[in-house]
C-alpha cells in the first residue's frame, strides 16, 4: 500500500486559470490541512472557487498569495526537474478529460501510467499499448470493457468521463484529485463511479480530493465536507455535522444546485500538465 501525499495550505490565494488580468482571485487565501491517506471532498455552488483549488493541489497554478506544502514541500521552490518529479506523484482529472477524439480508448487509458515512463517507453506506447488487461480490468471497474478498443469520438460525454476516471486506477500517484466526476453520469453510473474511487484510494492509502455538484453523494461517501463560498472556506466538517441550514445558508443564491436539478456552471479548466507529464 502506497502512502498518499499530506497537504498543507496556509493562505493560498489562486486565479482561476481562465480569469481576466487583475481579476480577483478566485481562490481567497485559505488555510487547509489534509491528512496523507485521507478523503474528503469539496462542494460549494458555481464560482466558489473549486476547480481553482484542486489545479493549485495539483501544482498547475502557483499561488499568487501565501504558501502551498505537498508532503512538507513547497513545490514551487523545487527545481524543475525536482517539480516534475513531484507532479508525476499527482492526478489530476478534470471535469472535462483531455482525450484526444481520434485515440483507441486503450491508449487513453494507459496514458496514466506515462509518468513512470522514459521517452521513449511513452512514444512507444502510443502506437503499441503495453498492458492491455491492466487497461481492460481499469475500464471494467467504470462498467466499459467492452469499449476497450473503441475510438474516443465514438464515446458519450459520460463514457469519455469514465475513462478520464480509470485513468487513476493506472497512475503512479499519492494524491487524485477529480474535479466534478459525476456531471455527465445518471444515478446508477455516479454511485459506481464513486464507489470505485474512494474504495481504491482507501485500498491504496492514495490522497482523495474530489470537488462534487452533488451534495447527497458528498454526504453518503466522504468522512470530510469542506464548502466554499465566494473563494473561501465556508465551513469544514464531518459530513455528520452537515446540516441543512448550513447547505441552504452555502447555496442561499444557488437553491437550484442544491437540489441538484442543474449541472454545475463552473467553468472548465484547460488540462492540466500533471497527468500526460512524461519525466
Given at each position: 500500500?502506497?502512502?498518499?501525499?499530506?497537504?498543507?495550505?496556509?493562505?493560498?490565494?489562486?486565479?482561476?486559470?481562465?480569469?481576466?488580468?487583475?481579476?480577483?482571485?478566485?481562490?481567497?487565501?485559505?488555510?487547509?490541512?489534509?491528512?496523507?491517506?485521507?478523503?474528503?471532498?469539496?462542494i460549494g455552488p458555481s464560482g466558489a472557487g473549486k476547480t481553482t483549488l484542486l489545479q493549485a493541489l495539483a501544482c498547475a497554478l502557483p499561488p499568487s498569495a501565501g504558501r502551498l506544502r505537498l508532503d512538507g514541500v513547497d513545490p514551487w521552490e523545487l527545481p524543475r526537474r525536482e517539480l516534475q518529479v513531484l507532479r508525476g506523484r499527482l492526478f489530476l482529472a478534470p471535469q472535462v478529460p483531455p482525450l484526444p477524439p481520434r485515440q483507441r480508448v486503450v491508449t487513453s487509458v494507459l496514458a496514466g501510467r506515462l509518468p513512470s515512463m522514459g521517452l521513449l517507453g511513452s512514444v512507444r506506447s502510443l502506437f503499441y499499448p503495453s498492458d492491455i488487461p491492466a487497461a481492460h480490468a481499469a475500464l471494467e471497474r467504470f462498467d466499459l470493457a467492452e469499449k476497450l478498443f473503441e475510438r474516443v469520438d465514438r464515446l458519450s460525454g459520460g463514457e469519455r468521463q469514465?475513462?478520464?476516471?480509470?485513468?487513476?486506477?493506472?497512475?503512479?500517484?499519492?494524491?487524485?484529485?477529480?474535479?466534478?466526476?459525476?456531471?455527465?453520469?445518471?444515478?446508477?453510473?455516479?454511485?459506481?463511479?464513486?464507489?470505485?474511487?474512494?474504495?481504491?484510494?482507501?485500498?491504496?492509502?492514495?490522497?482523495?480530493?474530489?470537488?462534487?455538484?452533488?451534495?447527497?453523494?458528498?454526504?453518503?461517501?466522504f468522512p470530510r465536507i469542506v464548502a466554499l463560498h465566494q473563494g473561501t472556506v465556508a465551513f469544514d466538517l464531518p459530513a455528520a455535522a452537515v446540516t441543512r441550514e448550513r447547505l441552504q445558508r452555502l447555496y442561499a443564491q444557488h437553491e437550484h444546485e442544491l437540489r441538484g436539478d442543474a449541472p454545475s456552471a463552473e467553468p472548465a479548466t484547460p488540462p492540466a500538465p500533471v497527468v500526460m507529464h512524461c519525466r
Amino acid at each position: 500500500m502506497s502512502a498518499g501525499l499530506a497537504i498543507e495550505l496556509q493562505a493560498v490565494a489562486a486565479r482561476h486559470p481562465a480569469a481576466r488580468p487583475g481579476a480577483a482571485p478566485a481562490l481567497q487565501p485559505t488555510t487547509l490541512n489534509v491528512a496523507e491517506g485521507e478523503v474528503l471532498a469539496v462542494i460549494g455552488p458555481s464560482g466558489a472557487g473549486k476547480t481553482t483549488l484542486l489545479q493549485a493541489l495539483a501544482c498547475a497554478l502557483p499561488p499568487s498569495a501565501g504558501r502551498l506544502r505537498l508532503d512538507g514541500v513547497d513545490p514551487w521552490e523545487l527545481p524543475r526537474r525536482e517539480l516534475q518529479v513531484l507532479r508525476g506523484r499527482l492526478f489530476l482529472a478534470p471535469q472535462v478529460p483531455p482525450l484526444p477524439p481520434r485515440q483507441r480508448v486503450v491508449t487513453s487509458v494507459l496514458a496514466g501510467r506515462l509518468p513512470s515512463m522514459g521517452l521513449l517507453g511513452s512514444v512507444r506506447s502510443l502506437f503499441y499499448p503495453s498492458d492491455i488487461p491492466a487497461a481492460h480490468a481499469a475500464l471494467e471497474r467504470f462498467d466499459l470493457a467492452e469499449k476497450l478498443f473503441e475510438r474516443v469520438d465514438r464515446l458519450s460525454g459520460g463514457e469519455r468521463q469514465r475513462v478520464g476516471l480509470a485513468r487513476a486506477l493506472l497512475a503512479p500517484a499519492r494524491l487524485w484529485l477529480v474535479d466534478e466526476p459525476l456531471s455527465a453520469l445518471d444515478p446508477a453510473r455516479s454511485r459506481q463511479a464513486i464507489d470505485t474511487l474512494v474504495g481504491e484510494a482507501r485500498a491504496r492509502g492514495v490522497t482523495l480530493v474530489a470537488t462534487l455538484h452533488q451534495v447527497d453523494v458528498a454526504l453518503a461517501h466522504f468522512p470530510r465536507i469542506v464548502a466554499l463560498h465566494q473563494g473561501t472556506v465556508a465551513f469544514d466538517l464531518p459530513a455528520a455535522a452537515v446540516t441543512r441550514e448550513r447547505l441552504q445558508r452555502l447555496y442561499a443564491q444557488h437553491e437550484h444546485e442544491l437540489r441538484g436539478d442543474a449541472p454545475s456552471a463552473e467553468p472548465a479548466t484547460p488540462p492540466a500538465p500533471v497527468v500526460m507529464h512524461c519525466r
